[in-house]
């Protein structure tokens, strides 16, 4: 009954959100645009999770500017799929398919080994992959997954590249972190018990760390021409919510109801804000900040606590084995 409550009511909202605000949140939840038409000619751009979703998007974007584009994905069949669509829609060969599982430290120091030994430059580094409210598991190293993923995992990768990321500067670092930040305190050491286990919390916790991490990040890279953005990149429909089959659901009934628009950003919409963060000459030099629709914004509290931070920075060192 209080399921059947709740899909009423639910249902009642889209019905009056369509009478008497469509234009309006249509425009709200479409969000910002990146206008720059900057050419990426001679560039290099690693995109983890390149096969699906926004980082697809993303990465077909760069490769239309003219950037060799890296697509560092797990699944292969899927990641061969993006490719040939890529190649197709852009007309070009400089996009190439490498395996990287972020939830396997090995899998992530021999994906940046190859890349290290075989490019010369590293322009941009955009850790886009992730997993959201997935049961209980853990990597390969014994971490809980969404935190191992979603951050250890980009943490190592990061530092394994930031020489070459050096040499190629001015350069970038784009870390896809989530609104979801915000229903997070702060940081703690509970985060690996399974006892404690919440999926939307640990979802949010491993998005705040994302960006502590970037703050934390810029704050070391001063002085080298290496700049470091984290985002939002807005309410999207992709394969990130395969674990949560209540979006299913309520993703079908914005479809019958024809307001998905209203609710939700498309693919190539979510993906802006991570394109401006990688391209755009208006946030050239800005560092360490939070982005939203194409604008800096403002993070949680918590997310600006430079001493948790430095904490989680070096909690990080300790578990990828980089102390």
């Known amino acids: 009954m209080a399921v059947f409550r709740g899909v009423t009511t639910f249902v009642v909202l889209l019905a009056v959100a369509v009478y008497f605000g469509k234009d309006h949140i249509t425009r709200y939840v479409q969000g ?21 979703g926004i980082g697809k998007e993303t990465a077909l974007d760069l490769a239309a500017r003219g950037a060799r584009v890296i697509m560092a994905c797990r699944n292969l069949d899927k990641g061969k799929a993006a490719l040939r669509e890529i190649q197709e829609r852009t007309g070009s060969q400089k996009v190439v398919l490498e395996y990287l599982d ?49 951050h250890l995992g980009h943490f190592l990768l990061t530092n394994l590249l930031l020489d070459l990321l050096k040499k190629s500067a001015p350069s970038r670092i784009v870390t896809v972190s989530s609104l979801a930040h915000i229903l997070v305190s702060g940081i703690s050491d509970e985060w690996n018990e399974e006892s404690m286990y919440n999926r939307m919390y640990s979802y949010s916790y491993s998005k705040l760390a994302n960006v502590l991490f970037t703050r934390e990040l810029a704050n070391r890279l001063e002085g080298t021409g290496v700049n470091a953005y984290v985002l939002h990149p807005g309410s999207i429909r992709t394969e990130l919510q395969r674990d949560v089959p209540l979006f299913d659901f309520i993703f079908d009934m914005l479809d019958y109801f024809k307001v998905m628009p209203m609710m939700f950003k498309s693919v190539r919409q979510g993906a802006q804000t991570t394109i401006c963060c990688a391209v755009s000459e208006e946030h050239a030099h800005e560092t360490g900040l939070y982005y939203s629709d194409c604008a800096v914004k403002e993070p949680s509290k918590a997310a600006q606590d430079d001493e948790a931070a430095k904490r989680l920075w070096k909690k990080s060192l300790e578990l990828v084995k980089l102390a």
Do not use: H, Y
Not at 32 to 52: E, M, P, W
Not at 123 to 149: K, Y
């Open 32 to 52: 910002g645009v990146c206008k720059s038409t900057i050419r990426l000619d001679g560039k290099t751009v690693v995109v983890t999770g390149a096969n699906t």
């Open 102 to 150: 972020l939830a396997s430290l090995r899998s992530v120091r021999e994906f940046a080994k190859r890349v290290t030994e075989k490019e010369s430059r590293l322009d941009v580094l955009i850790n886009n992959a992730g997993v959201m409210w997935c049961p209980f598991s853990r990597t390969e190293d014994g971490f809980e997954m969404q935190f191992g993923v979603n």
